[in-house]
């Protein structure tokens, strides 16, 4: 949850087939079409569904997506400076999305979701000047192969992947379009963003929640639980390589569970040795291409890394000889993928019997 009040939508569009002005305008203008812009007008306004500020018709329940746009419906052709911003969860820190919208070069911005409605469209145009704000509600996975969106994701100097479930995202964008145009967009530049479940999608290895959400204790207590579903995620950012990360983090006390999860990918042969990347709420890490990175927020960012031998097996506690643990609190300045003692000091835990053992 994001915490940012809800504004009535400016330009609100139902999913395919129906297709925005501004898309019309593109399409006729790259296809060198011989209709003239009025012809273009009717054809668009002839649409059951209206942009600029019109009374949309009521949506066929079987659209793919829910569209709003605040700002202006053509490309910005911006040069964004590229970058993830990955926040924890609960309230967003303002200095990280105005860090967010200066990599994106104050062009067009593009909020992903599978729930919820237009909040970050106001809000993050109050943050600072930006060509556009538009928020892509995904109903289904037929949003992924729709025109519009695949469009829309081309054209956007910053993409942001709302909270919610992250279930959804990873059913919905697994070997999607919009998978393979998110690691295209971040290949050119584009700064990618996420917070709670949109940040937990990004790494290369995701816990899923297919099967809910899994506690601490309960992730400690049996690592072969049907609720543990770690697995490779939809996106395949380069930065974000041998990465699982955690949201929400402190609050819930979810290094044990994150413990488990790292456990989980070396049993399952995933991964031999994942770094786990949790962060708490009200917190984000400001990551740079190549590599520096910065905490700002009201909390810390946590990495980890299993550092000896583990027992992972279905219905017995989780042990692991040796953890090793970097807290970075608000205000830390690092590199990304430096090794866990060149980030900060370390600390060496243990899990014995399921049990969270602080050396």
Same mark, same amino acid.
């Given at each position: 949850m994001e915490g940012q009040p809800l504004e009535t939508p400016s330009c609100?569009?139902?999913?395919?087939?129906?297709?925005?002005?501004?898309?019309?305008?593109r399409s006729?203008?790259?296809?060198?079409?011989?209709?003239?812009?009025?012809?273009?007008?009717?054809? #668009?306004?002839?649409?059951?569904?209206?942009?600029?500020?019109?009374?949309?018709?009521?949506?066929?329940?079987?659209?793919? #997506?829910?569209?709003?746009?605040?700002?202006?419906?053509?490309?910005?052709?911006?040069?964004?400076l590229g970058g993830f911003l990955?926040?924890?969860?609960?309230?967003?820190?303002?200095?990280?999305?105005?860090? #967010?919208?200066?990599?994106?070069?104050h062009g067009d911005i593009l909020?992903?979701?599978?729930?919820?409605?237009d909040g970050y469209n106001s809000w993050l145009r109050g943050l600072g000047p930006v060509d556009s704000v538009e928020t892509i509600?995904?109903?289904s996975r037929a949003a992924s192969d729709d025109p519009y969106v695949v469009q829309r994701l081309r054209e956007a100097e910053g993409i942001f992947l709302a909270g919610g479930d992250q279930w959804p995202y990873v059913s919905y964008w697994q070997d999607s379009p919009i998978a393979r145009e998110l690691q295209a967009a971040a290949a050119r530049g584009a700064v990618i963003g996420g917070t709670s479940a949109g940040l937990a999608v990004l790494g290369e290895f995701v816990f899923?929640?297919?099967?809910?959400?899994?506690?601490?204790?309960?992730?400690?207590?049996?690592?072969?639980?049907?609720?543990?579903?770690?697995?490779?995620?939809p996106f395949r950012f380069p930065l974000l390589a041998n990465v699982l990360t955690d949201t929400h983090f402190s609050p819930r006390d979810r290094l044990g569970r994150l413990i488990a999860f790292l456990a989980r990918l070396r049993a399952d042969g995933l991964a031999t040795a994942p770094r786990g990347c949790g962060v708490d709420e009200a917190t984000a890490i400001l990551l740079e291409p190549d590599?520096?990175?910065?905490?700002?927020?009201?909390?810390?960012? #946590?990495?980890?890394?299993?550092?000896?031998?583990?027992?992972?097996?279905?219905?017995?506690?989780?042990?692991?000889?040796?953890?090793?643990?970097?807290?970075?609190?608000?205000?830390?300045?690092?590199?990304?993928g430096n090794p866990l003692r060149r980030l900060g000091p370390v600390e060496r835990l243990e899990i014995r019997s399921g049990m969270v053992i602080r050396r």
């Open positions: 609100p569009v139902w999913g395919s087939p129906r297709p925005s002005l501004a898309w019309l305008l006729a203008r790259s296809a060198r079409s011989a209709l003239p812009v009025l012809l273009i007008l009717q054809i #668009f306004l002839a649409q059951p569904v209206l942009a600029g500020g019109r009374t949309p018709s009521t949506p066929s329940p079987a659209a793919p #997506f829910t569209a709003w746009l605040t700002g202006n419906p053509g490309d910005a052709l911006r040069k964004p990955l926040v924890g969860g609960g309230e967003d820190p303002a200095p990280a999305f105005r860090w #967010f919208i200066r990599r994106a070069a909020v992903l979701r599978a729930a919820g409605a509600l995904c109903h899923t929640a297919r099967h809910d959400t899994i506690t601490t204790p309960e992730a400690l207590a049996d690592p072969g639980d049907r609720r543990m579903c770690v697995e490779p995620g590599g520096r990175a910065q905490v700002v927020g009201s909390g810390s960012v #946590f990495l980890a890394e299993l550092a000896g031998p583990a027992r992972c097996h279905a219905g017995l506690p989780l042990w692991v000889t040796a953890v090793g643990v970097v807290g970075l609190p608000a205000g830390s300045r690092f590199t990304w």
